[in-house]
């Protein structure tokens, strides 16, 4: 089992950033693939950013958020700037049971998924 912890969202103004932390404990590995998703009111739950053997964004961050991963820590991080009024959802950290995945986009990918954590932009 893996467990996923989200922390470090937040209320900001347009314009703004946040830098969310997604820790990960029990049976994981530094190679496993992990990302973030975000599910707004109403909305499927989309695709956001990951880290596997390279980085991933969907269109719509590219540019603005930037994925990390401290392996020594077991934590991922999405580093958000200029958030904009389309931005807020809840997020979700997600990791993958292994290495290999074939995309990294589909939700469906990942095995493990953390509780999320609220972002709001305020224009």
């Known amino acids: 089992q893996v467990q996923l912890v989200e922390s470090g969202g937040g209320s900001v103004q347009a314009g703004g950033s946040l830098r969310l932390s997604c820790a990960a404990s029990?049976?994981?590995?530094?190679?496993?693939?992990m990302g973030w998703f975000r599910q707004a009111p109403g909305k499927e739950r989309e695709f956001v950013a990951a880290w596997g053997w390279t980085t991933y964004y969907a269109d719509s961050v590219k540019g603005r958020f930037t994925i990390s991963r401290d392996n020594a820590k077991n934590t991922v991080y999405l580093q958000m700037n200029n958030l904009k009024p389309e931005d807020p959802a809840l997020y979700y950290c997600a990791a993958a049971s292994g290495s290999f995945y074939i995309t990294a986009l589909s939700a469906s990918e990942y095995r493990y998924w953390g509780q999320g954590t609220q972002v709001t932009v305020s224009s």
């Open positions: 029990g049976r994981t590995s530094s190679r496993y693939l």
